[in-house]
């Protein structure tokens, strides 16, 4: 049975806040640098290293932190949340996203049904849809074959399959799987649908509308725009439009839709990319079959995440070492920076996985707790990065613990050599160089040219981004948040935060407002 | 004569440190809130307005903010930064950005030339050089007109161009204003130019190689991937290239390019938005007029931040909280959240004006500095951050000061009603309503649905983002980090920061490495 405590009371939580911290100027040189390198990396799913030589941890440092995981139960609230338990305590909901991609544990029994059954079913329906618009079964009114695809969704709707999308579009290119262009709208203002229907042409075109709710208002008013374009455009809305929903949803078995593929309530937004959220625009967009590789990835990932050695289980070592830096070392923020052009929108991904898991004051018994929790996420693209916020991370009065991703090879396949070196080279120097300059620094007497170093970074580093590398990508970041709520103690999948601005939105929406709410609305001309 | 001390040995700062602090659950309630939205506002250009009325700020901080701005002689620091003082006492430059948009000053001269007739020389050029593209005097080898603009640039030759494109794009297309679609290219990754060459028709594309030294080394293997790339397609390149560079670099003057537009060293290049960087890619887009709305929204903003009275004066008011929010109350960060689907990259632009402009430890003397400095900057437009990362605004451990932007008017002016509000009205109350939420808070008795609140915000409300407030909102951020520049004795102008990695990256790229660097290099098999 486990153990639902806070971090501060877990015995072996001293023993990290206590040990002695690291300096990395120091132990990144010379021969231990070197034995660092070679020793502190732990294996990833798809041929993955997670790297964290450069990071504040030692030997004693590892050994506290291991003790801690065993304390805090790591591995086994892992299991018990894979085998159905209801961890999601705010709501009362089981947390199944992994299910989705891969059977961890015993089979899982919901609402009736074997929710793995139900999951996988969904993938086929899709995959059988996806199947008729690539090869003409399905037409437009004109019997002409579709060739984009456009989500309407928000938050986890969006993000995660946008940033998934961008992952692999140039590499589906490269690979004779690109099969129609997808594009993403979110946002409720009315320009951002507009930009994207003045890019696209509607009458070749598959909405795909998902809100798990069928009542998410955004997407909602963002499908009446593009049903209202539609319309005046001649077009019949119902044979251009898909939802992605629950069951018991307003949108499931309605004719204003060609078809509707179904989550529920156990997969939560932000851990949608693997269900029919990210699955209904993925399959369109590069075919099923590569969708199913990128599952694979993420249940590989899955499989190694449920080790009880943190050792060996990257996304809970890496938590471990998370935790250390926000609470023992006090770091308020984390930096991730992928070496890689098509993981532009990956940061923006993590940054609502983890700031909407774990940005969260109270237990999941409904308690305060005395430490702080989630640290600020973001992060943009080496080298662009260096080129633009990299100056404070060097030289600023904080210290921001570092996140690298770096590739061996590109997707495209496609180079020029300068100087000497493919672009591709210059791109991975540039994330080894920096890795180095942040734990090193350098000392000058000048001081504005002195870096200080000592500033921690960890780095994955593959092959190639591939569908496989993706799913694996994402799986270690899901389960790093996972093990960092466990340690805090915290619920990671529900969302309570963004309650009360939809409360008051609707409130000035129904000029139902006084007050300083009344001036500001008055300001905005409502 | 201007003195340059530090913030904590300035006399007004004990006063402000010690001020006793604002609780906003309490003064933005009842009829003192509305006292304050009434109260609290700034004009801004282009009919602009900063209210900071759920800052927490009062009478009493605002009056000894004031003395601090008087003290630190902000006012008269700007004077002697426009008027051509050495203020990059690191590398020893004039800081002249504001002169690419107006006179503020007296005329200033350097390098034997009227700097201001020096920029509006190039802005001419430029209008002339994109005159011809539009009206087809300029065409492609077999005589077509161009229809595409590729910028090729990094860091501030990118970001800030990138993002003012973006902003302006949709209201283009509905002025009847958009002459070519615009392009970036910036990573050194080589999959970002395989991704945008294979978006465009090369043929019909005119490429903008920015690089002030014309040696940045990103930039110029990017151009050798596009020669590549246009040389494989039988395309001369001498006629799809322009650069935008300094008249001593080995890119001006060279018969490469179809033309060269100027620069100069008084430019950094996170403030060259409103130089021949940001002018070439917008000029050929939106047309020369279009370009010169935007920098007179900017020139006008620019006067407005030359006043000496704080609470006329948006960007030194904005500045003055920033500091007291970072130095008295101790927050580590600022999210930047625009309520317009436009400004999407915007905080990204921000982000690199901001945390490379002031993320430094030594003062401009090269001294340690002993308080903090620029905060991180991030941020993502609203409504979308709402169904993200704002749960931890909310209810996460840290407070996180917000800058919202808003505008009463969408730019594609398309719209629907649902549930009996239009698309932008919903838009409006979500950040209005976002704003009251942050700062009031709600109890709740189960604490896992209490808002603590007393989280502060500002927003800069307009009509309708047009190039005039798009110009005005670039240049108050600007100020706004010159000016805590000031506060904090920084030299916001000179980025040493970002040396180190690129010696490394260049000793990796020759196998120059040893220990810990040669391991991280053999793992990405360099």
């Not at 369109?284 to 590989?300: D, H, K």
């Not at 004051?361 to 308690?367: A, F, M, Q």
């Amino acid at each position: 049975m486990n153990q639902w405590i806070n971090l501060d009371k877990l015995a072996s939580w001293r023993n990290v806040a206590q040990a002695e911290h690291v300096d990395l100027t120091k132990v990144m040189n010379g021969a231990e640098g070197t034995e660092r390198v070679r020793k502190y990396k732990a294996p990833m799913a798809a041929g993955l290293t997670y790297s964290y030589a450069a990071k504040q941890v030692d030997d004693r440092i590892l050994a506290v932190l291991c003790e801690l995981a065993k304390e805090a139960q790591l591995a086994s609230k892992f299991e018990e949340l894979y085998n159905g338990a209801v961890i999601n305590t705010g709501e009362k909901r089981l947390v199944l996203h992994h299910l989705t991609r891969g059977q961890l544990g015993k089979a899982v029994n919901a609402d009736g049904k074997d929710k793995r059954a139900f999951y996988t079913e969904q993938q086929q329906k899709i995959a059988s849809f996806a199947g008729k618009v690539h090869d003409g079964q399905i037409l437009n009114e004109k019997g002409e074959k579709f060739n984009t695809v456009v989500q309407i969704g928000i938050g986890g709707s969006d993000l995660g399959p946008r940033a998934m999308y961008l992952a692999l579009e140039n590499w589906a290119k490269k690979n004779g799987c690109f099969r129609m262009e997808a594009k993403f709208i979110s946002n409720v203002d009315p320009d951002d649908a507009a930009g994207v229907l003045g890019s696209i042409d509607p009458s070749r075109t598959i909405f795909i509308l998902v809100s798990k709710s069928g009542t998410t208002l955004e997407t909602l008013t963002n499908e009446a725009f593009v049903k209202d374009a539609l319309k005046k455009a001649g077009l019949d809305a119902s044979r251009h439009m898909i939802a992605v929903t629950s069951e018991t949803s307003p949108l499931a078995g309605n004719s204003d839709y060609l078809d509707a593929f179904f989550m529920d309530d156990y997969i939560g937004g932000r851990y949608s990319s693997t269900s029919s959220v990210g699955g209904a625009v993925l399959s369109l967009a590069f075919g099923p079959e590569i969708f199913a590789r990128f599952l694979n990835g993420a249940a590989e990932e899955d499989r190694l995440s449920a080790g009880d050695d943190p050792m060996q289980n990257a996304a809970m070592l890496d938590a471990l070492i998370g935790v250390y830096e926000r609470n023992a070392l006090g770091y308020p923020a984390t930096a991730v920076l992928p070496y890689s052009q098509a993981l532009s929108r990956f940061p923006a991904h993590l940054q609502q996985l983890d700031m909407e898991s774990n940005g969260k004051s109270v237990n999941r018994r409904g308690e305060p707790v005395s430490y702080p929790t989630g640290p600020i996420i973001f992060g943009e693209p080496g080298t662009n990065g260096q080129h633009s916020f990299y100056q404070l991370l060097h030289q600023g009065t904080d210290i921001i613990p570092l996140q690298f991703i770096g590739f061996v090879n590109n997707q495209a396949e496609v180079d020029v050599t300068i100087q000497g070196s493919t672009s591709q080279q210059k791109l991975c120097a540039n994330v080894a160089a920096q890795i180095m300059a942040f734990a090193c620094g350098k000392e000058d007497e000048n001081l504005n040219k002195r870096f200080e170093g000592n500033r921690p970074s960890s780095i994955i580093i593959g092959d190639r981004l591939t569908p496989e590398a993706l799913g694996a990508l994402l799986a270690h970041f899901e389960n790093k948040v996972m093990f960092q709520g466990f340690l805090w103690n915290l619920n990671s999948f529900d969302q309570e935060g963004v309650q009360l601005g939809k409360v008051l939105a609707k409130r000035v929406l129904a000029h139902e407002t006084e007050g300083a709410l009344k001036e500001i609305s008055d300001l905005l001309k409502i």
